[in-house]
């Protein structure tokens, strides 16, 4: 029987998104790999694709059903690893892998954030926190991706297994900095003038990203730095309430409002420094990407954040109700080429910690671990089964 490992999330974004190096891991494993997620996303690296209606909400009528299609999956196609993501597809995973577990198969559970933390609703603490909690005795690996995450985890729910891995990996080939020739021809192309100070911004348009706070800083010292542009790449629900309130504040021809973009490799490397106002992150990707561009980074006060932006070092970490300290802070760095580049090279040392290659090892090392002891059971079944039939 071949050896499938199943891979489980709320989305299929999410894996096109994070998880394709490792999907091509096992692939050159000889391992089949199987997804569960909703979406009817072509993803490479996968044998095959089951579009499941995972809803975000715990409360969403579909996760019974979701729940229902995913249970009868795992009996179906007896995996040796089940791997879920995002916490509404790790929660259901873990729920319709107990009867495989039992049988032997490895259930893993990676936290890209939990979504109680320090500073977190109380309303999160209420729905998340129990849940997480008693999943955690149903789960052979739980992984997190910050130290926050790691230590709460460690102290609260005690699972079988606690790893910790540096988030989900930056390819630090394709992001890379610019030199200055190359970094005014991207310019002109585009066109930006060459003098212009861009400040950057990748993230969804939701209350969590708070691009509000991003364009009050701004506007506050237009007066100050009158070469400053914010651009803000993304798209969500709050985009037109953030382009009237630049056009209120009188910078709506300084935010410049990009769309979704998947030529992020391109655009961080012309920009001179990356600022972030999320409430609430994991682990930011946006954040590593500029990072690993060479930009300084201004970001809000959170765990994500605080993982790998050093104070005063590669960057500055501001509160997130007040624009004021954020809006100082562009100040500084938008009047010092010289610290934007000190800043930005740390940046770029200090995200060689979280390169795609070393992020690779660390779950490969984890996977192995469970790869024998699926292949020492299937090999303990098939002597058993032949002493039985000894017998007779």
Avoid at 95 to 121: D, I, N, S
């Amino acid at each position: 029987m071949a050896n499938k490992i199943l891979l489980c999330a709320t989305v299929d974004f999410h894996f096109s998104s994070f998880h394709l190096p490792v999907m091509e891991w096992f692939k050159q494993q000889n391992w089949e790999v199987h997804v569960a997620a909703n979406g009817d996303m072509d993803l490479p690296f996968t044998d095959r694709k089951f579009n499941i209606p995972f809803e975000r909400s715990p409360l969403g009528r579909g996760n019974l059903e979701a729940y229902r299609r995913l249970k009868e999956l795992v009996v179906r196609e007896q995996y040796q690893i089940i791997h879920a993501h995002t916490p509404m597809g790790g929660a259901l995973a873990r729920l319709a892998a107990a009867g495989a577990r039992k049988r032997g198969a490895k259930v893993l559970y990676t936290a890209h954030g939990f979504h109680f933390c320090q500073g977190a609703p109380l309303l999160n603490w209420m729905l998340y926190y129990p849940i997480e909690k008693m999943l955690a005795s149903r789960t052979d690996c739980l992984i997190t991706i910050n130290q926050e995450d790691y230590r709460l985890a460690e102290a609260r729910f005690r699972p079988r297994r606690l790893e910790h891995v540096h988030g989900v990996g930056i390819d630090r080939r394709r992001f890379a900095p610019a030199d200055e020739e190359t970094k005014r021809r991207l310019r002109r192309e585009l066109p930006y003038p060459e003098d212009d100070l861009l400040i950057f911004y990748a993230a969804e348009f939701n209350r969590n990203k708070n691009q509000q706070l991003l364009i009050r800083a701004l506007a506050s010292v237009s007066g100050e730095l009158p070469e400053a542009r914010l651009l803000l790449a993304g798209r969500g629900g709050l985009l037109e309430e953030c382009r009237t309130l630049a056009d209120s504040l009188g910078v709506g021809d300084r935010v410049h409002f990009l769309g979704y973009r998947t030529d992020l490799d391109r655009l961080l490397p012309l920009c001179d420094l990356a600022v972030s106002g999320s409430l609430r992150e994991g682990l930011p990707v946006n954040i590593m990407e500029a990072m690993a561009c060479g930009l300084p980074v201004v970001a809000t006060r959170n765990r994500g954040h605080l993982e790998l932006v050093e104070d005063g070092v590669n960057g500055y970490i501001v509160p997130a109700e007040d624009p004021g300290p954020l809006a100082v802070r562009l100040l500084e760095l938008g009047r010092s080429a010289e610290r934007r580049r000190e800043m930005g090279a740390r940046s770029r040392a200090k995200v060689a910690d979280f390169g795609l290659e070393r992020v690779v090892t660390e779950l490969s090392g984890i996977y192995k671990t469970y790869m024998t002891d699926t292949a020492e059971a299937e090999a303990e079944s098939v002597r058993a089964a032949g002493e039985s039939l000894s017998d007779y």
